[in-house]
C-alpha cells in the first residue's frame, strides 16, 4: 500500500511542477493546489497505514490507529484552501488590472538601474 | 500566572479581531492597535525578566502533558526575539500612522498588521514543529494581505510570485514535517531532539542529513539564504514603507530563528555536513548580497540587499556553533532587526520626499532635512558595525567564535563585508543627503517631524543596545547558553528526562 | 442573464433547510463523534452557496443580511474568548471544562466548553466561504 501511496505522491508531484512551470497564472494555481495534496497525502503515508480503531475511547480494539496525521493534515488541508482561495481571487483582480495572465508578461524590473 | 508566556501572541490575536470591528472607524482602529501594540511591548519586557530570574518557561495547552500535546516554550532567545519584534511593530505602527493612508486603513490594514504579529510571536515561542508551520502560515497570510494591500499594479505583480514561493515553500514544510513524523514519531520539539539523539548514538542517519537539508531549504526559502533568496527583492520592493521595514526586520528573522533552533536543537550530532553546508551557503549569501547592495542605485533596493547579508553574517555565527558565536549571532540578530527596521523607515521617508527611490534623483537633502540626515547617518554606523555602536560587538563574536571554530573563510567573509556594506549605506548617505539642494514637488506634504519619531526610538534603542552592551550581555549569553547545551531545553521542557 | 430555473429554485427552498438542519446536527454530532463545527460550518455555507446559485445575490442579501466579515470576527472572538477564559481560573490556554447536567424532558446531558469553541469555528468558516464566494462572485 506504501508503495502504491509513493507512485500517486510521485505523478502528484510531477504534475503539480509541470503545471508551476507553465505560464498561465490559473495552471499555477491548480499546480499548486496538486503540490499541496500531494504533500497532505505524504504527510497521511508517512504516518504509517493500518487499520485500528480511534485511539481515547477504550482499552479494547485488538489496535489503534495513530490519530496525529490526520489532525495535521486536516490542519493543512484548511490552511491550503484558505490559501488557494486568496491565490485565486489575487489572480483574477491581477488580471482585471494588468490585463494578463501570462507569467511572461508579468515580469518587471522597478528600481534596477 | 503561568500563562505568561502566551500574552504576546493573544493580545495581538483579540485586538486583531476587534480591528475587524472596527474596520469603518480609522481613530478607534488606531487606538485599538497603538494600545495592543504597547502591552505586547510591557508584557514581553516583562517575559524576558520572568525568563531571566526564573529560567525557560513553559506551557502546555489544554493541559495536555509535555510530548502529547502543544507546548509553548519561551527560552531567553525567543524571549528576546519576542521582544524585539513587539517594539519593531510598535515603531512600524506610529510610522503606519501618518503615512499608510485611510484607503488602507479601511480595508483591515491594522487587523492584517496584528495577525503578522501573532504569527511572527507565536512562531518564536512555539516549541512544536507542527505548531511552528501554522505560526508561519498565519504569519504568511496576513504579509500576503499586507503585501496586496492598495493594489498597485506592481503589488499585485509581486504578491503573485511571493505567494507561489511560499506555497511551495509551505508544501515542502509539510513534507520536511511527514518525513521527521515518520522516523521520530514525535513533533514536540524536545522530545524530537531526544529521539534523534538516541538513533544517533553511533552515528547519525542519512535520513536525519536528508531532513536536516530539507529543513534548511525550507526556512532558507523563508530566510532568504543563497540560493533562495531570488524572490526577495522583487518581493519586497512592493509594498509601502512601514510594511516593507516590518517584512525586512521581522520576516526573514523567523526563517533565520527556525534554522538556528533546528540546526542546534535536532541536528547538532553530525555536524560535518550540514552546519559545513551552512557555512558555505551563509558566504555566499554574503557575498551575492554585497554584490546586489553595490550595484543598485536605488535606496530600497540597496537596504533590501542589506537585508541579504545580514542572514549570511548571522548564519556564520550559527554554523561556527561556538558559545561565542551563537551568542554573537543571537545579539547581531536583534540589532538587525532594530536597525533594519529604523534604516527602512529613513529609506521611506527619503522615498516620501523626493517622490522616487531611485538614488540618481535625490540629492542634497541634509540642507533641509538635518535630522534626517543626522539619524540616517547613525544607523548607517551602526548596521555596519563601527565600534561603539550594537553591530561591531555581534560581529567581533561572530569573527572570534569563527577563528575558534577555524571557520576561517566564514570569519574572513564578514569581515570584509562590513566594509562593503559601509560602502554601499554611505553611498546612500553622500549622493541621497550631500550635494546641492534641489526642490522636490511634493515635499511639503510630507509630515517629516511626526514619521521622524518611529526611525527615532529603533536608533535610540539601537545604540542603546550597543552602548549597554555591558547590560545586555546576560541576557544574550544565557540565550546562547540554551542553544549550545539543548539538554537545558529538553529538560525544562519534558521535566523527567 | 436571465434563466427559468423554476425546478432548482423551488427544490432548494425546500432543500436549504434539509442541509441546515444536517449541518446543526453534524454540529453536535461532533461531541463525541465525526463531525463538529467546521463541517457543520461549511454544511450551511454550502446551503448559502446553493441559496446564490438558484437566486441572485441582492435577494440573497436581503434574506441574510449579515456582514460575514463580521461573522467571522465574532467566531474568532468567541473561539479566542472560550481559549482564553481559561487564563482566569490560571490555567493554560484553550482548557476546557465539563460537566454533566440533568435536565427533565432530556435527560442526562454533559455540557461542555468545547462546543462553544467549536461554536467560534462554525461561524468563522461560514463567514470566511462567504467572503471569498462574494468577493469572487462580486463583479459578473
Redesign the interface.
Known amino acids: 500500500m506504501e508503495i502504491l501511496m509513493a507512485f500517486i505522491i510521485g505523478i502528484l508531484f510531477m504534475s503539480a511542477t509541470y503545471l508551476?512551470l507553465s505560464k498561465s497564472?490559473l495552471r499555477?494555481i491548480i499546480g499548486?493546489g496538486l503540490?499541496?495534496h500531494?504533500?497532505?497525502l505524504?504527510?497521511l503515508?508517512?504516518?504509517?497505514l493500518k487499520r485500528g480503531a480511534a485511539p481515547l475511547l477504550g482499552e479494547h480494539a485488538p489496535s489503534y490507529t495513530d490519530p496525529?496525521?490526520q489532525a495535521?493534515i486536516?490542519?493543512?488541508i484548511?490552511?491550503?484552501f484558505?490559501?488557494t482561495?486568496?491565490?485565486?481571487?489575487?489572480?483574477?483582480?491581477?488580471y482585471q488590472?494588468?490585463g494578463t495572465d501570462n507569467m511572461d508578461r508579468?515580469r518587471?524590473n522597478?528600481?534596477?538601474? | 500566572m503561568i500563562n505568561f508566556l502566551i500574552l504576546p501572541i493573544l493580545i495581538p490575536l483579540i485586538s486583531g479581531v476587534l480591528l475587524i470591528f472596527a474596520a469603518k472607524h480609522v481613530m478607534l482602529q488606531r487606538w485599538i492597535a497603538g494600545l495592543s501594540a504597547l502591552l505586547t511591548v510591557i508584557f514581553s519586557a516583562l517575559l524576558v525578566q520572568k525568563v531571566k530570574t526564573d529560567g525557560i518557561q513553559t506551557l502546555n495547552l489544554s493541559n495536555w502533558e509535555a510530548p502529547f500535546g502543544i507546548t509553548l516554550v519561551s527560552d531567553m532567545m525567543s524571549a528576546l526575539l519576542v521582544l524585539t519584534t513587539s517594539i519593531v511593530a510598535f515603531a512600524c505602527l506610529i510610522y503606519s500612522f501618518k503615512s499608510i493612508g485611510h484607503e488602507r486603513e479601511k480595508y483591515y490594514y491594522y487587523a492584517a498588521f496584528s495577525f503578522l504579529i501573532v504569527g511572527v510571536n507565536g512562531a518564536f515561542t512555539t516549541g512544536d514543529i507542527?505548531n511552528l508551520?501554522?505560526f508561519f502560515?498565519v504569519m504568511?497570510?496576513s504579509s500576503?494581505v499586507l503585501i496586496?494591500l492598495g493594489?498597485t499594479?506592481?503589488q499585485?505583480?509581486?504578491?503573485?510570485?511571493y505567494?507561489?514561493v511560499n506555497?511551495?515553500s509551505?508544501?515542502?514544510f509539510?513534507?520536511a514535517?511527514?518525513?521527521l513524523?515518520?522516523v521520530v514519531g514525535t513533533?514536540n520539539m524536545a522530545h524530537i531532539s531526544v529521539r534523534i539523539s538516541e538513533i544517533s548514538e553511533v552515528a547519525q542517519p542519512g535520513i536525519i542529513t536528508v531532513i536536516a537539508v530539507l529543513f534548511l531549504i525550507v526556512f532558507g526559502l523563508k530566510g532568504a539564504i543563497f540560493p533562495l533568496y531570488f524572490w526577495l527583492p522583487?518581493s519586497y520592493?512592493a509594498p509601502p514603507a512601514p510594511v516593507l521595514a516590518l517584512f525586512g526586520a521581522l520576516l526573514t528573522k523567523v526563517g533565520v530563528y527556525s534554522i538556528a533552533r533546528t540546526y542546534t536543537l535536532f541536528f547538532y550530532h553530525d555536524t560535518g555536513f550540514t552546519h559545513q553546508l551552512l557555512s558555505t551557503l551563509a558566504i555566499l549569501t554574503i557575498i551575492l548580497g554585497v554584490i546586489g547592495a553595490l550595484a543598485?542605485?536605488?535606496i530600497?533596493?540597496i537596504v533590501i540587499y542589506n537585508i541579504i547579508i545580514a542572514v549570511g553574517v548571522i548564519l556564520v555565527g550559527l554554523s561556527s556553533m561556538t558559545p561565542d558565536s551563537l551568542a554573537g549571532s543571537i545579539f547581531y540578530l536583534i540589532h538587525d532587526m532594530l536597525v533594519k527596521a529604523a534604516l527602512f523607515l529613513l529609506a521611506g521617508i527619503m522615498a516620501a520626499i523626493a517622490g522616487t527611490?531611485?538614488l540618481?534623483k535625490i540629492t542634497g537633502l541634509i540642507k533641509q532635512y538635518p535630522g534626517l540626515g543626522w539619524t540616517f547617518f547613525i544607523a548607517a554606523l551602526t548596521l555596519a558595525g563601527i565600534p561603539p555602536f550594537s553591530g561591531f560587538i555581534g560581529k567581533v563574536l561572530i569573527v572570534k567564535g569563527g577563528f575558534e571554530a577555524e571557520n576561517f573563510w566564514g570569519a574572513a567573509i564578514v569581515l570584509m563585508s562590513s566594509l562593503l556594506v559601509l560602502f554601499s549605506i554611505m553611498k546612500i548617505f553622500i549622493n541621497g543627503f550631500w550635494g546641492t539642494p534641489r526642490a522636490y514637488k511634493d515635499a511639503d506634504q510630507v509630515p517629516v517631524g511626526k514619521l521622524m519619531i518611529a526611525p527615532v526610538i529603533l536608533i535610540i534603542l539601537g545604540v542603546f543596545y550597543g552602548v549597554g552592551s555591558e547590560f545586555v550581555f546576560p541576557y544574550i549569553s544565557q540565550a546562547a547558553e540554551t542553544l549550545s547545551n539543548p539538554n537545558i531545553y529538553i529538560e525544562a521542557v519534558l521535566k523527567e528526562y | 442573464m436571465k434563466t427559468n430555473d423554476v425546478i432548482l429554485q423551488t427544490a432548494t427552498k425546500i432543500v436549504l433547510f434539509v442541509i441546515v438542519l444536517f449541518s446543526v446536527y453534524i454540529f453536535f454530532a461532533g461531541h463525541y463523534t465525526p463531525g463538529g463545527g467546521?463541517v457543520g460550518g461549511l454544511l450551511t455555507a454550502g446551503a448559502i452557496i446553493l441559496l446564490l446559485l438558484a437566486f441572485d445575490m441582492k435577494t440573497v442579501a436581503k434574506i441574510l443580511p449579515f456582514n460575514y466579515m463580521n461573522m467571522t470576527a465574532l467566531g474568532l472572538l468567541i473561539a479566542i474568548g472560550t481559549g482564553a477564559g481559561a487564563l482566569l481560573f490560571n490555567k493554560p490556554f484553550l482548557t476546557h471544562a465539563f460537566t454533566y447536567a440533568h435536565v427533565p424532558v432530556l435527560g442526562k446531558l454533559s455540557l461542555h466548553t468545547a462546543a462553544i469553541f467549536d461554536l467560534g469555528v462554525f461561524l468563522v468558516v461560514v463567514g470566511?466561504t462567504m467572503t471569498?464566494i462574494q468577493?469572487?462572485g462580486e463583479d459578473e
Do not use: C, Q
Not at chain 1, 482561495?85 to 491581477?94: G, P, S
Not at chain 2, 499585485?156 to 510570485?161: F, G, I, N, P, T
Open positions: 508551476m497564472l499555477i499548486t503540490l499541496s500531494g504533500a497532505h505524504l504527510l503515508t508517512m504516518g504509517g496525529l496525521p495535521l486536516l490542519t493543512a484548511v490552511i491550503s484558505g490559501v482561495a486568496f491565490f485565486l481571487v489575487l489572480a483574477y483582480r491581477t488590472e494588468l508579468l518587471g522597478e528600481g534596477n538601474d | 507542527f508551520f501554522v502560515e504568511l497570510m500576503y496586496v493594489g499594479k506592481i499585485l505583480r509581486e504578491s503573485v510570485k505567494i507561489l506555497v511551495i509551505s508544501a515542502l509539510v513534507i514535517v511527514g518525513f513524523y515518520s513533533l522583487g520592493y543598485y542605485w536605488d530600497k533596493k527611490s531611485n540618481k | 467546521f470566511v471569498i468577493t469572487i
